[in-house]
Nanobody
Framework: QVQLQESGPGLVKPSQTLSLTCTVS??????????WTWIRQPPGKGLEWMGAIAYSGNTYYNSSLKSRTSISRDTSKNQFTLQLSSVTPEDTAVYYC?????????????????WGQGTQVTVSS
């Protein structure tokens, strides 16, 4: 059974870079056709697909966040990482990592095979 676990700071100051790591167990991030995704949910709003990194290492980003977002991976640790720069209070959200087979930019929970429990990130001075 694949399990995903997000980790990172719960509080980030405005203008700084948010950095979160998703640690994967029970499966490899290089498994063919697997896509490893970051999704967030601001308070009172719906889920937003942020981007994904493929089993091949290729990356895909939400066009509205692309200029501030970077997703990378460490295959030796079976982890992938989200970096979101120049954060503002509007980036306050619960951040999730999730995985599915084959690429999609869906934010629908039912379209993913596995989800992390989510981690709250607050942007505040």
């Amino acid at each position: 059974q694949v399990q995903l676990q997000e980790s990172g700071p719960g509080l980030v100051k405005p203008s700084q870079t948010l950095s979160l790591t998703c640690t994967v167990s029970g499966g490899s991030i290089t498994t063919n056709y697997a896509y490893w995704t970051w999704i967030r949910q601001p308070p009172g709003k719906g889920l937003e697909w942020m981007g994904a990194i493929a089993y091949s290492g290729n990356t895909y980003y939400n066009s509205s966040l692309k200029s501030r977002t970077s997703i990378s991976r460490d295959t030796s640790k079976n982890q992938f990482t989200l970096q979101l720069s120049s954060v503002t209070p509007e980036d306050t959200a619960v951040y999730y990592c999730a995985s599915r087979k084959y690429y999609s930019n869906t934010a629908n929970r039912d379209d993913y095979d596995y989800w992390g429990q989510g981690t709250q990130v607050t942007v505040s001075s």
